[in-house]
């Protein structure tokens, strides 16, 4: 249910957009946005695999020649859901890691808006996985390209300060991904039995202590 709330508070202007009258332009962008929002509801509560282009236009009140006009696929709607997911991922990104804090700061912001998003990024992920592999690859490297930089800036900012590492920046970031990847995450939270914040208290300590002089 949580993330199925998560979803829904971050669709709310698309879904009142529906009551609004539109230009024919800015009806096919608002319809567009409502098939998106439709699957998301959708898949809130069931597997990719068990939804389908009909149900998407049902929910979204729209009509399944509408649905397949601007999405021709499923897998064409997944990676225009994926791209409205990177690009709210990339703008909470730019709000939440202040560019003027410290290294370690900044790190710690990252572990914050990695757990403020936990469940729309597990969800993502499992989006991706159900893509061709061709496809996966290109969506997994845009959808965390900002957000792998930004990260590798900040160990370098680090490094400059001396209060990090001078290991191979690289690695480093490998290393941080693979401590707060979704699977990661998602299993300390079954096996640990901790809150979501004492495992985030905890990730950000792991990271910075991985990662210090």
């Known amino acids: 249910m ?5 979803i829904l508070d971050e669709l709310d202007d698309t879904w009142a957009a529906r009551e ?3 230009r024919p332009r800015a ?35 729209l009509s399944r020649v509408t649905v397949y006009r601007h999405f021709p696929t499923r897998d064409a709607l997944i990676e225009a859901m994926l791209r409205v997911g990177a690009e709210r991922f990339s703008a909470r990104l730019r709000e939440q890691i202040p560019p003027e804090a410290d290294a370690v700061t900044k ?3 990252f572990v914050q808006l990695v757990f403020d998003v936990y469940e729309e990024r597990e969800f993502n992920v499992n989006l991706v996985m159900n893509l061709p592999d061709a496809v996966r690859i290109e969506r997994q490297a845009h959808h965390f390209g900002e957000f792998r930089e930004r990260l590798r800036g900040t160990i370098a900012q680090g490094q400059r300060e001396g209060v990090l590492r001078p290991v ?10 693979a401590i707060i990847s979704p699977v990661t995450l998602k299993q300390q939270i079954e096996e640990c039995g901790w809150s979501r914040d004492d495992l985030q208290a905890h990730v950000a300590d792991m990271v910075v202590a991985a990662l210090s002089v």
């Open 20 to 22: 609004q009258p539109c």
């Open 27 to 61: 009806d096919a962008q608002r319809n567009h946005m409502l098939l998106i929002g439709a699957a998301w509801t959708l898949l809130a509560d069931r597997m990719v695999d068990d939804f389908n282009m009909e149900d998407v236009a049902r929910i979204a009140g």
């Open 168 to 177: 191979n920046l690289d690695y480093a970031v490998q290393a941080v991904l």
């Open 2 to 6: 949580a993330r199925k709330a998560i």
């Open 107 to 109: 790190l710690r912001a």
